[in-house]
């Protein structure tokens, strides 16, 4: 059954530092999200994007936050000036159209040092 | 704005025995989607099922139920016939047309050999 995959697992960075997350959706869906969890509270929504532009975005998805759907087949979540407080784990998700399940990956992990 | 309350943070049930997780949300919504996510040690994302609001029917996936009550903005998950495997946590989501997955703050569920 197909997936979606991201990259790395594991994550850790320097405070301030920028870090981008990668994700490969399923291939045939069109939409695509990013959700955070913070350790031990509820899955979060970020963003969703669809037609290489963002369809909605949370009040947590600042100016730091940037996504990006580089090629045809990558979905990047981009954070700059990394804080600690952005230490979660961090879910892609996709689905062929909106109305669809929503698609998870196995998530990064997000740790800021 | 659209709200998912999960009011037990955490239920335990004996292998074999049956379970039911509570799940309430508010919405002024008529059309829109429900949804229950597992979320097992390995922090992966897995949907369990799901329903549409505009069918009466109760949705079923093998050993899984849910009882939607529309009315009463409702929506619990069986488990049947509890397995070591089902102890995670689970996560109810809401999500109108088109939108973005607004969860619970989960149940975590312990299966007891």
């Known amino acids: 059954e197909p997936e979606v995959t991201q990259t790395p697992s594991h994550q850790v960075t320097q405070m301030g530092q920028e870090v981008i997350l990668r994700c490969v959706p399923i291939?045939?869906?069109?939409?695509f999200y990013w959700y955070r969890q913070i350790l031990g509270q509820k899955v979060e929504f970020l963003v969703s994007?669809?037609?290489?532009?963002?369809?909605?975005k949370s009040e947590i998805f600042d100016d730091q936050f940037s996504v990006e759907r580089p090629d045809g087949s990558n979905f990047t979540l981009k954070i700059r000036s990394t804080k600690l407080e952005d230490s979660a784990m961090y879910f892609c998700?996709?689905?062929?159209?909106?109305?669809?399940?929503?698609?998870f990956g196995d998530g990064t992990r997000l740790s800021i040092l | 704005a659209q709200t998912v309350t999960q009011s037990q943070p955490e239920m335990s049930v004996q292998e074999a025995e049956t379970v039911t997780l509570s799940c309430t949300y508010d919405t002024s919504e008529s059309d829109y989607y429900l949804f229950w996510y597992k979320q097992p040690p390995s922090r992966q994302m897995i949907l369990v099922i799901r329903?549409?609001?505009?069918?009466?029917q109760n949705a079923t996936e093998n050993r899984f139920s849910v009882n939607f009550q529309k009315a009463a903005k409702s929506f619990s998950l069986k488990i049947s016939d509890s397995q070591l495997g089902d102890a995670a946590m689970y996560f109810c989501?809401?999500?109108?047309?088109?939108?973005?997955?607004?969860f619970g703050q989960g149940t975590e569920l312990s299966v007891k050999p």
């Open positions: 998700a996709s689905s062929t159209d909106r109305d669809q399940p929503q698609h």
């Open positions: 989501a809401y999500r109108r047309q088109g939108g973005k997955l607004i």
């Open positions: 994007f669809y037609n290489n532009e963002i369809s909605e």
């Open positions: 329903q549409e609001a505009y069918k009466q």
């Open positions: 291939s045939n869906h069109l939409y």
